[in-house]
């Protein structure tokens, strides 16, 4: 039952996070980086810490009562996670839903896997696997091989994205995506993908956070397992550094290309693209603050971010479709698309198997 719940939550945390971009296509007259800001002020500002106060009452006594070492590694994982999600944003709007979706998490879910034990194999942990142990179990074997078809499925995906680019007329493209750009925006996508990974360590090095909410919580609740929400108080921490990245960089674009302007200009509907952005924003933060219910429920922290990944990929391309965003494409590109997300999928279900195991 424990893991049922576990799933049900990581799928409803897949939801927000493939369909939080929705809320976005509905703002008028505004620049990327104006309500990619707005967003994220209620994304990794204003949601977190209210999330946290409502969950965990005494969370910013947690944070203040944490090692120095824990809070900057914790804050720079978000730095370092928010500049993945800003290519995040630039790699959706340029490739689409479906495409940006698949490529960014396809390698954000690799990188999630491999770049923990590389690590360990030069800062060695007791509790942690190494890239060496991993080549010498069968879990670990097992990991690289879903490593690997994601890989392949991530090929597959960008050949269907070269493949639409030659078929559909520049009229059509704009048509599905208004801003497509393949190799721009897998440039983009492969390194959102990589930094992005960059949330799970925040998670992990954040982790003594979760567990003194988590150990509070069960003396309150004994024989109840684990606290759902013991992840909401490590969130803000890492949202911190987001914020850092995201608006150092919207600050930057909106002097570059004069956009100011966006937030106080009353020709354009103000209200509209305030509330649009919010629900984007929240609807995102959304997403982590089910995956720590699911992470609670499932225990194993990677395979919780693989499912994770499974279930945002899913959810990203029902959208991506619904759009029409490869309406007038020929069978064989479809095709190709499809063989390459139903790759991805099948790789993180092999991951997080090998992880179990």
């Known amino acids: 039952m424990q893991a049922i719940l576990g799933i049900i939550f990581h799928f409803i945390g897949g939801f927000s996070s493939g369909s939080f971009y929705i809320p976005f296509k509905k703002v008028k007259g505004w620049a990327w980086e104006s309500y990619w800001i707005v967003g994220g002020l209620f994304s990794w500002l204003i949601v977190p810490p209210l999330a946290a106060y409502l969950t965990i009452p005494n969370f910013a006594d947690i944070i203040a009562a944490q090692s120095s070492n824990i809070l900057q590694l914790t804050f720079l994982m978000g730095i370092l996670w928010g500049i993945g999600g800003l290519t995040y944003g630039l790699g959706v709007r340029y490739l689409g839903m479906s495409l940006g979706n698949s490529v960014v998490l396809g390698f954000c879910s690799a990188f999630g896997s491999l770049l923990p034990p590389i690590f360990y194999n030069f800062y060695p942990e007791a509790d942690k696997t190494s890239f060496t142990q991993m080549l010498a179990t069968d879990g670990g074997k097992t990991v690289l091989l879903g490593v690997v078809i994601c890989l392949v499925g991530i090929f597959f995906c960008g050949k269907a994205g070269m493949m639409k680019e030659k078929e559909l007329s520049e009229e059509a493209k704009k048509q599905s995506v208004q801003e497509f750009d393949l190799i721009k925006g897998l440039l ?3 390194v959102s993908g990589i930094l992005s990974a960059c949330f799970n360590f925040g998670i992990e090095a954040g ?12 003396v309150l609740n004994p024989n109840q397992g684990n606290f759902l929400f013991q992840n909401n108080v490590t969130y803000v921490v890492i949202l911190w550094g987001g914020l850092t990245s995201n608006f150092i960089w919207c600050m930057i674009l909106n002097f570059r290309n ?36 699911g992470e609670s429920k499932l225990g194993n922290g990677a395979s919780s971010w693989i499912l994770h990944m499974a279930f945002i990929i899913l959810v990203a391309n029902m959208w991506g479709l619904l ?3 490869w309406k007038g494409v020929s069978k064989p590109t479809f095709n190709t698309f499809i063989f390459g997300i139903i790759a991805i999928i099948c790789s993180v279900i092999v991951v997080g198997y090998g992880n179990s195991i």
């Open 258 to 293: 004069k956009t100011f302007t966006n937030y106080t200009d009353i020709k354009k509907p103000l209200f509209k693209n305030y509330l649009f952005s919010a629900l984007a924003g929240t609807t995102w933060f959304l997403q982590f603050f089910f995956y720590g219910m």
């Open 323 to 325: 759009l029409k965003e």
């Open 188 to 190: 983009v996508a492969i």
């Open 207 to 218: 982790k003594p956070m979760a567990n003194i909410a988590n150990q509070a919580w069960q």
